[in-house]
């Protein structure tokens, strides 16, 4: 179910106020009808890959009960690789076992080898990526001892498949979210106030924003061999702002959506674009699945513990392993390449430790957000052969780009607002003005806001039903 769909907006009311009306002490009920909403939210996909969900939760729940019952290292070792390799397994079926399959026959044949490797044609589970990292975190979390077991099992496989962060995250830890729904969640105004308002903004991004700038994108980047360099860096330029709309704008919808119903999802966007290194630009974007890599691979493998040349091998496999975990696709795996190749550069010339200020900072940050323009660029070809197509145009064949009516004055527009909300936040981590935390005067301003968002939205929002970006990883 798409958060964009009419379905939604009659669901989430419904979940809503079933949720409200059971008394806030009986926590277990509460629990047990979220779990079966967010079990009809995937379903309403594919109804058969529930399985796969469910599959995942069962054995990561069995894994943890496992090394709590066994004392031995190496029982408690077997069980977190049970769990594990059957996760792994499961995503590599069905996100990576065509890719693979068709590249060893390709390179089979090449040979003379002409061997047919048989190809299942599965289809890829929305949110396998996301839920599987997940219930991995909590595994390997119980092992290390930083993470109590949750004995429930209900409790747990709500803990997987809490549906506002179900299929695109913010990958969540055992450690914030677990808790949570062992605490009573009273209905509070302020929280459904603020809740509303993050999901009025995401709604905003999402179907003003991003799906205006897609109508562009989609048009030059699936036909490039019709379109020349100016086009191409127009294009460009809207996929940056589009991916950000289109993720940021599901990552607030999914903590608005928690927080109405009274729980709190870790921020998965920092003002991403204002980083003046790539290695920062990490910390800002998708920074549950940053943090992720960081603490079950990088970490893991050495981090930066080891030496200069480790580091940066260490530094090479997360991205990789990023790469991959955004989609089976040699334009994945050379981006995720890309970045940690520009990420041990930035390393072996100290740009980590440097603390940028004044016409400095500003320098570095344009220069950051240019490469990052190019390696979305990378990432949105459908090929490599497409993506050195662009590549090519835009060096040798300039000329001014192709022109098309996607709603020029809306985009314009939302670029300002989205530079306002930028300025608005930066002032007031500086504390330049103030602004009264509570009583009617906010109320007012605040359904104003909502209001307002709720207005643009209806007029100049795309209602296509778009399915977001990530949703395919």
């Known amino acids: ?206 179907l003003v924003l991003s799906d205006r700038c897609g109508i562009y994108v989609d048009a030059v980047f699936n036909n490039v061999e019709m379109h020349n360099g100016g086009s191409f860096l127009v294009a460009a330029l809207l996929f940056t702002f589009q991916i950000y709309g289109d993720f940021a704008g599901y990552s607030l919808i999914a903590i608005g959506v928690a927080r109405v119903l009274g729980f709190s999802l870790m921020e998965n966007f920092h003002r991403p674009y204002l980083a003046c290194t790539v290695g920062e630009f990490w910390h800002r974007w998708h920074i549950s699945l940053s943090t992720w890599l960081k603490d079950y691979v990088y970490i893991p493998l050495g981090g930066s513990r080891v030496g200069r040349w480790r580091t940066y091998f260490n530094l090479l496999v997360t991205f990789i392993i990023s790469g991959l975990w955004h989609g089976a696709n040699w334009t994945f795996l050379c981006w995720g390449c890309l970045h940690g190749m520009i990420l041990c550069l930035e390393r072996a010339l100290g740009c980590h430790k440097k603390v940028y200020h004044g016409i400095n900072k500003y320098l570095h940050n344009i220069w950051t957000f240019i490469l990052i323009c190019v390696l979305w660029m990378l990432f949105r070809a459908n090929s490599l052969t497409d993506f050195i197509t662009i590549v090519k145009g835009i060096v040798t064949n300039a000329g001014f780009p192709y022109v098309q009516d996607v709603g020029w004055g809306v985009l314009i527009a939302s670029f300002a607002a989205i530079g306002a909300v930028l300025v608005k936040d930066i002032a007031a981590e500086k504390q330049w003005f103030a602004f009264p935390a509570d009583g009617w005067v906010c109320r007012l301003v605040q359904c104003t806001y909502i209001a307002l968002l709720l207005a643009i939205i209806s007029l100049f929002g795309v209602f296509g039903g778009n399915q977001f970006i990530y949703f395919q990883f």
């Not at 277990?28 to 309403?44: G, P």
């Not at 209900?154 to 962060?165: D, E, G, I, K, M």
Request: charged share 15%; glycine share 6%.
């Open 1 to 206: 179910m798409l958060f964009n769909s009419k379905s939604f907006l009659l669901f989430f009311p419904i979940v809503c106020a079933v949720y409200f009306c059971i008394p806030s002490t009986r926590i277990r009920v509460r629990n047990m009808w979220l779990l079966v909403a967010s079990y009809y939210f995937y379903m309403n996909w594919q109804p058969a890959y529930a399985l796969l969900l469910l599959s995942s939760t069962v054995v990561t729940y069995l894994a943890a009960l496992g090394m709590d019952h066994y004392k031995s290292l190496e029982n408690k070792k077997m069980c977190l690789i049970g769990g594990i390799v059957f996760n792994l397994a499961l995503l590599f079926l069905f996100k990576y076992y065509n890719f693979f399959s068709s590249n060893i026959e390709h390179v089979l044949q090449k040979t003379g080898l002409g061997i047919d490797i048989p190809d299942f044609h599965l289809l890829l589970p929305v949110g396998i990526s996301f839920y599987t990292f997940q219930a991995l975190g909590y595994s390997i979390d119980v092992y290390r001892g930083v993470a109590k077991v949750e004995k429930d099992f209900w409790t747990y496989a709500l803990f997987v498949s809490f549906f506002p962060q179900l299929v695109a995250g913010p990958i969540e830890r055992s450690n914030n979210l677990l808790p949570q729904f062992r605490q009573k969640h009273d209905f509070d105004v302020e929280a459904v106030m603020t809740g509303l308002k993050w999901m009025m903004w995401g709604y905003f991004l999402k």
